[in-house]
């Protein structure tokens, strides 16, 4: 059988460190069948997302452009209209884009009445979905509370579940996400302590492995239509929090396998404010405890082997259908998790932890097979894969609106053109907490990431210092010299950076680099427009013929 | 009569320099209806465009936005659709938002497909004209040469005139914008030898009285249906070139009524590179030939002179009919004209020639009483019309999208809290053969100006030195200190002040700042979302009472 990827299976986890692989190196965690993968492509060890938030991340996955250009800049800011999606660009190459699961994306309502878009005809059931055809969307998020549901749309899981019987209003909070305590109480995995309980659900019932059903019944359709080819994204909502996984996974792990938390005393001692507010924060104070994170981790690890093990799964039946040999396979994460290093939790900031994720790249095509099994550390930016999916689906990468580049060179064993110095990732945080504990005008509660292998800069806007790590020396990130007079000149150099890449072109997108340098022969007169001309006997008759006509 | 601003009424001129008025202390050509006007409102000395070219600076006029923000960077670069015009900002508050005349927009064609907007609805019909309604379109150049014309649509011009008995196959060239010769052959005006003589038509035919016709038309209009409140936008071709004008205006000056040239030898040792390259082009070269600013520039000053003739007439239609007590009336300019002085025709750079135009703001209101004749030095920038007819529309301006500010409490007597500390400026120079003959990358071709009234300071990306002009010492700016080590601290206070505009959230338009700072309350609980929380029982039941259930 021929091997050519024709389509795209683009997975994502949330909230998955860039560690938490067996092949990333990760000691006590073992996840077998996406270290098989990696075997089988290629692993990106450097890549970083657009922003360590949910919802913008995913605006630059799946726009390919940064979150400074794009303006979704924290969760539920809406996409404006008029943004470019991936699917767009697929689709005008003959490509399809689906989604099976979570995407984030707020809708534009406001943008779509201006434009008279309607949410009823085809383009604007894909506007208001971010470029996507929806075979299935769950964000994966239906807390409630006294003001209601955070996510006000329908949950295709809960209705899954009430299907399978189980009888509680919204038994993803109350099955899927919570055990059951020694008085027979909900015991929400919302509230940390209950980590270490086994969701109250049938394994298979419980999110991962329903969606990966999911993603099978999404190709067997595609097969039985003959359709295709097409991307599809099956966006996953785990590893995420609430930390809490059904059995067998709820106990596979334990205390002694948990790494030692990564943070030292010295980041407690003169820090940046904004690190510092982030500390402060109710998630960095309790993952700073005693305990939590022997209680939370072994939950969060136990969470990623059910999802390696439902990639087992996937794969085998990928393998069985013949679809590995046709399918590009991508697996990532929206951002990472400080799991209490760094004195933090959650995501937000710029260590490792939070910005880097896992990425691997199987690519069934022939031209692949010199880099299996390889490891790329090239810096790579999540809005490359945007840029890889339209090279992969054919014709040229627009570069004047995708802002990532393509990785098929990598995969190809080739070295590209002038590859980048150094990864963005940019983190708007002006509707937080912290930002109204900094008292910080909401068009300057800002950060920006500059990171090259020797190098992590942090970019404070607000009046702040930056932050700076010295990556060769401090792998951890332990020590920060933003302050430090000795680094006054990497800290420029970085700045200069950081300017260059703020003043990049990233709105002038109707208009290619091509066009642009076919217009500079300035061949207006061909039109018969003349500027600083004085005299039309110098220019040749046939040209002034429409200007000048002679009695 | 009770005195209010109920409409505007938006004047443009075309290519109009900021001192070329009497008002604004020429000495030789006199505009006694504009300087009537300035003495009735308030004259603003130093208001600067967003581009020193009519397409990129008009779209920063009519969305209100920086040229970074919109994207539409240069003549004929589609205005993205998504992009919020200042009709829609209009609209919104009850306010009609019409054209008649230019506004050299083109039409995003891909981004309008792509959303399905119908050019023949209204929507689409306002989105494919810049966010008015067309009373009447006309971009005054329809140059024709051997690949057609340089406009592609219609010329309602070109239609009046043949409807007035013009027999030419294109009026507007050979009649608007041509004398005769001694032969009685057509002297195109696009041919500066020409410039003396007069325009082959009648004065009342030609374009400035012409389009001011079709104000009072229009204004008779809206007075019919009793329609309004209305901002109307008057949009002439003129002064811009071709440089011809009819009699009796074509021979009103002489060269003796001719300003010396600003410009020093100077200027031609160690040129800033970008520079030197618009000193060579034709047009730059043509100015700096003996002889032909004193052919060129009595015609530029018989159009101003016209031009002023015609707002004496429409001033005084508008005190006839009642309307100057109830509308605002706004004259600027979308950039200026060199003229040969530093060595350069046209526009494009950034000395005050070219980067600096006339605003006059004359407000019927009461509470504009105080401000009458007065000269008002802020440093304006044209993106503050938008806003300032926000503003007069009601309502709060949105600086989430809107980049500029009002001028309303300038006009009051006001003084706002906090003005901006400099101008900016832009000009995106990829697409011409300056571009070209320097080999730079489309995406490096830009020029960022920031301006106050102490220094001018230019950004020539590509790795060009700056340029540096000392205002208060050198106010011709005839002296670059762009490379002169002892300016580097000024430099850098200016790379600085240009990074930190740079990365403004200009695409954050989905949410306001009253959104943003509503939301740090972190309030994700009251809708079931705890992120950081151990123990349940740290929280008031009402809180968690959805989330958790008791037996």
């Known amino acids: 059988m021929s091997r050519k990827a024709k389509n795209i299976l683009f997975i994502m986890f949330d909230q998955l460190r860039y560690d938490y692989l067996g092949c990333a190196g990760h000691p006590t965690l073992e996840?077998?069948?996406?270290?098989?993968?990696?075997?089988?492509?290629?692993?990106?060890?450097?890549?970083?997302?657009?922003?360590?938030?949910?919802?913008?991340?995913?605006?630059?996955?799946?726009?390919?452009?940064?979150?400074?250009?794009?303006?979704a800049a924290w969760n539920n800011f809406p996409l404006k209209v008029g943004e470019v999606t991936l699917g767009d660009h697929l689709r005008a190459r003959g490509m399809d884009s689906w989604l099976i699961g979570k995407t984030h994306m707020s809708v534009d309502h406001e943008g779509m009445d201006r434009?008279?878009?309607?949410?009823?005809?085809?383009?604007?059931?894909?506007?208001?979905?971010?470029?996507?055809?929806?075979?299935?969307?769950?964000?994966?998020?239906?807390?409630e509370g006294p003001k209601g549901f955070y996510d006000k749309k329908r949950s295709p899981y809960n209705e899954y579940l009430k299907g399978q019987g189980y009888e509680a209003e919204n038994?993803?909070?109350?099955?899927?996400?919570?055990?059951?305590?020694?008085?027979?109480?909900?015991?929400?995995?919302?509230?940390?302590?209950?980590?270490?309980?086994?969701?109250?659900?049938?394994?298979?019932?419980?999110?991962?492995?329903?969606?990966t059903s999911q993603a099978m019944e999404f190709i067997k359709t595609q097969d039985?239509?003959?359709?295709?080819?097409?991307?599809?994204?099956?966006?996953?909502?785990?590893?995420?929090?609430?930390?809490?996984?059904?059995?067998?996974?709820?106990?596979?792990?334990?205390?002694?396998?948990?790494?030692?938390?990564?943070?030292?005393?010295?980041?407690?001692?003169?820090?940046?404010?904004?690190?510092?507010?982030?500390?402060?924060?109710?998630?960095?104070?309790?993952?700073?405890?005693?305990?939590?994170?022997?209680?939370?981790?072994?939950?969060?690890?136990?969470?990623?082997?059910?999802?390696?093990?439902?990639?087992?799964?996937?794969?085998?039946?990928?393998?069985?259908?013949?679809?590995?040999?046709?399918?590009?396979?991508?697996?990532?994460?929206?951002?990472?998790?400080?799991?209490?290093?760094?004195?933090?939790?959650?995501?937000?900031?710029?260590?490792?932890?939070?910005?880097?994720?896992?990425?691997?790249?199987?690519?069934?095509?022939?031209?692949?097979?010199a880099t299996r099994g390889t490891v790329c550390d090239a810096?790579?930016?999540?809005?490359?894969?945007?840029?890889?999916?339209?090279?992969?689906?054919?014709?040229?990468?627009?570069?004047?609106v995708l802002e990532g580049r393509s990785l098929l060179p990598y995969l190809y064993g080739q070295t590209p053109d002038k590859w980048r110095e150094f990864a963005v990732s940019e983190y708007d945080y002006s509707a937080t907490p912290e930002a109204a504990a900094l008292d910080l005008d909401p068009k300057k509660a800002r950060l920006f990431m500059l990171a090259n292998k020797d190098?992590?800069?942090?970019f404070a806007d607000g009046g702040f210092r930056p932050l700076l790590f010295d990556l060769k020396n401090d792998p951890d990130e332990l020590n920060d010299l933003g302050a430090d007079p000795d680094y006054a000149e990497i800290v420029g150099m970085f700045m200069d950076r950081l300017s260059e890449w703020a003043r990049r072109p990233s709105q002038?997108?109707?208009?290619?680099?091509?066009?642009?340098?076919?217009?500079?022969?300035?061949?207006?007169?061909?039109?018969?427009?003349?500027?600083?001309?004085?005299?039309?006997?110098?220019?040749?008759?046939?040209?002034?013929?429409?200007?000048i006509t002679y009695k």
């Open 224 to 369: 039985a239509k003959g359709a295709g080819p097409w991307m599809c994204h099956l966006s996953y909502i785990k590893p995420h929090w609430p930390y809490i996984v059904p059995a067998p996974y709820h106990d596979m792990y334990g205390a002694n396998q948990v790494l030692p938390v990564v943070r030292s005393e010295a980041e407690l001692q003169d820090t940046h404010p904004v690190y510092e507010q982030f500390m402060q924060n109710e998630i960095g104070q309790t993952f700073s405890k005693p305990g939590v994170r022997e209680k939370v981790i072994p939950a969060y690890m136990g969470l990623i082997k059910q999802a390696d093990d439902q990639m087992g799964r996937l794969f085998q039946w990928l393998e069985e259908t013949g679809h590995i040999n046709d399918t590009m396979i991508v697996v990532t994460s929206d951002h990472g998790d400080y799991l209490g290093d760094h004195w933090l939790g959650e995501k937000d900031l710029f260590h490792d932890p939070s910005v880097r994720v896992p990425l691997i790249v199987y690519d069934p095509s022939e031209q692949a097979e």
């Open 31 to 71: 996840t077998p069948h996406l270290d098989a993968l990696a075997a089988k492509g290629v692993r990106f060890s450097h890549c970083y997302v657009q922003s360590p938030i949910c919802g913008a991340s995913r605006m630059s996955f799946y726009t390919g452009r940064y979150v400074h250009s794009h303006g």
């Open 455 to 458: 190098w992590k800069f942090v």
């Open 171 to 211: 038994p993803w909070q109350h099955n899927a996400n919570a055990g059951v305590d020694e008085d027979g109480n909900v015991a929400s995995g919302w509230f940390m302590r209950h980590a270490d309980k086994a969701a109250n659900i049938c394994e298979e019932d419980s999110e991962t492995p329903w969606l």
């Open 379 to 400: 810096l790579v930016e999540s809005i490359d894969l945007a840029a890889t999916f339209v090279d992969l689906a054919g014709g040229d990468v627009p570069d004047h």
């Open 508 to 547: 002038r997108t109707t208009v290619s680099s091509e066009y642009l340098e076919g217009k500079r022969t300035g061949s207006s007169s061909s039109v018969g427009i003349f500027i600083g001309v004085y005299d039309e006997r110098e220019l040749p008759p046939e040209v002034v013929e429409k200007t």
């Open 115 to 143: 434009l008279g878009i309607s949410r009823d005809g085809i383009i604007g059931a894909r506007v208001a979905e971010c470029g996507f055809d929806v075979f299935l969307r769950d964000d994966g998020l239906w807390g």
